[in-house]
């Protein structure tokens, strides 16, 4: 009885999580009028794919769904890369004022990004790097969650595999390339997803440090267009929808490592 009770709530829990979802999508598909007046209204009597584009019409939206993919792929090859490094660092070498350093990756994670905004701004324009793929990649190379994340997974990795390669005159690049990298892909997978994620839905700074139509992203140029038209839900929800495909397609792909790399760790041997 217990595990019918447990079960009736998760499927609560689901149908409560995923109906906006669906709302978002059957709302794309209909001809026409408000989000939702009734259940009734749920699912529309006459499908049609004229929203999309329209909206795809309407505005750059191949040049943003472009931009926001670049952005997505090097902000999340940047992690992969130099957060695995730092974090490599933090696991097996001991330096001076390593724990000060650490601790100020553990202090990075506390600070909103909005309280940074500014000196961004300020940064970026001495730089020369304002409405330039450079300040919409740079500030995102290396994020303090991911360094937290690839430290804690890379402590229980075995040393020794390390060490007999040292003994075979492998390099500190090769060994962290060719035998850590291999052995860490169910953290990397989570790194990856989820800075992809946090790179394609972030809005604040694109919006911040960009002035034109073609470096725009997609929350940034869905955002603009809902200025445009007002309240017009079944194209808004076509624009929502196109935005948010990418992203729940490349969670389906990879959902088991992501499952596999969260739970890592969780049970000790």
């Given at each position: 009885m217990k595990k019918i009770i447990l079960f009736l709530f998760l499927c609560c829990l689901l149908v409560i999580s995923l109906f906006p979802l669906c709302l978002m999508f059957t709302t794309a598909f209909k001809p026409e009028g408000n989000l939702l007046m009734s259940m009734n209204?749920?699912?529309?009597?006459q499908w049609t794919v004229k929203?999309?584009?329209?909206?795809?019409?309407?505005?750059?939206?191949?040049?943003?769904?472009?931009?926001?993919?670049?952005?997505?792929?090097?902000?999340?090859?940047?992690?992969?890369?130099?957060?695995?490094?730092?974090?490599?660092?933090?696991?097996r070498r001991e330096f001076l004022g390593k724990k000060l350093f650490f601790g100020t990756v553990l202090l990075m994670m506390m600070i909103p990004a909005q309280t940074i905004m500014v000196p961004t701004f300020i940064l970026m324009k001495h730089f020369g790097w304002l409405n330039t793929y450079w300040a919409l990649?740079?500030?995102?190379?290396?994020?303090?969650?991911?360094?937290?994340?690839?430290?804690?997974?890379l402590h229980q990795l075995p040393l020794s595999l390390e060490e007999a390669a040292k003994l075979d005159g492998a390099?500190?690049?090769?060994?962290?390339?060719?035998?850590?990298?291999?052995?860490?892909?169910?953290a990397l997978a989570v790194v990856g997803i989820n800075t992809f994620l946090g790179a394609w839905n972030t809005f604040l700074y694109p919006f911040l440090l960009t002035n034109t139509t073609e470096m725009r992203t997609l929350p940034v140029g869905l955002a603009l267009y809902k200025g445009l038209h007002g309240?017009?839900?079944?194209?808004?929800?076509?624009?929502?929808?196109?935005s948010s495909a990418p992203v729940i397609l490349i969670f389906l792909v990879f959902q088991k490592m992501i499952i596999r790399g969260l739970t890592a760790g969780a049970i000790k041997e």
């Open positions: 209204e749920l699912f529309p009597k929203n999309f584009k329209d909206v795809w019409a309407a505005g750059p939206f191949d040049q943003y769904f472009l931009n926001s993919v670049f952005v997505g792929i090097c902000v999340t090859l940047g992690n992969i890369i130099f957060s695995l490094m730092v974090a490599y660092a933090f696991a990649i740079v500030p995102s190379l290396v994020l303090p969650f991911n360094v937290f994340l690839l430290k804690q997974y390099s500190d690049f090769q060994i962290l390339f060719k035998i850590v990298m291999p052995l860490s892909k169910p309240v017009d839900w079944v194209h808004l929800m076509a624009g929502a929808a196109l």
